[in-house]
């Protein structure tokens, strides 16, 4: 498997943070059968840091505490994807809402003691082929479960949809750019 190292500036957060109010307020979510991107992207973060939508840039990184995302709703996956973070690092995290979000193609990393060797605007690199995540500036790391070949090609595709219209397409298909950003914005919710 070719290079699936990840680096991005780090937005950081504590533990016990919610998919339905803390990464967005789902309550307020316009259609709950489909992704309103502007919608989303406009409440990603909102509540815990008012200026993240301003200020998060392409590429950047979340990392978080433990239980991360409960209540699990694709909509905060597709929130995150959508304001431009590459990927999510955690302590814990339900297994339904990482499954969820490498739907979407934004792989979340369950790293016991991410929180403790970053800090908001460091920068951290995680590979996703060998589990290394490493502090690009103090050179410390920690070590994750390394993700299957499979879920590297999900993320790599830029999502569950657009890997499997690949694998069907044959293996010229699997030759294509790799990681598309897009998300298939025609599909509903119950889809995922």
């Not at 409440?43 to 939508?53: I, S």
Request: charged residues 25%; contains cysteine.
């Amino acid at each position: 498997m070719t290079d699936a190292r990840i680096r991005g500036r780090v937005w950081k957060f504590g533990d016990n943070i919610s998919a339905d109010d803390g990464i967005i307020q789902y309550s307020k979510v316009p259609d709950l059968a489909t992704f309103d991107i502007p919608a989303l992207k406009a409440m990603c973060f909102a509540e815990l840091q008012p200026d993240f939508r301003q200020r998060a840039k392409p590429g950047d990184l979340v990392v978080a505490g433990a239980n991360f995302g409960h209540h699990s709703h694709a909509h905060a996956c597709v929130a995150m994807k959508e304001c431009g973070i590459a990927a999510v690092v955690v302590e814990s995290c339900d297994s339904v809402f990482i499954r969820k979000a490498l739907n979407v193609g934004l792989p979340i990393v369950v790293c016991p003691g991410v929180t403790r060797i970053v800090d908001q605007g460091e920068v951290l690199e995680v590979d996703l082929g060998t589990g290394e995540v490493r502090h690009t500036d103090t050179g410390a790391r920690l070590r994750a479960r390394p993700f299957s070949d499979r879920m590297i090609e999900v993320w790599r595709a830029g999502s569950l949809t657009a890997a499997m219209r690949q694998r069907l397409a044959g293996p010229s298909a699997a030759q294509a750019p790799a990681h598309d950003p897009s998300i298939d914005r025609s599909r509903t919710v119950h889809e995922l």
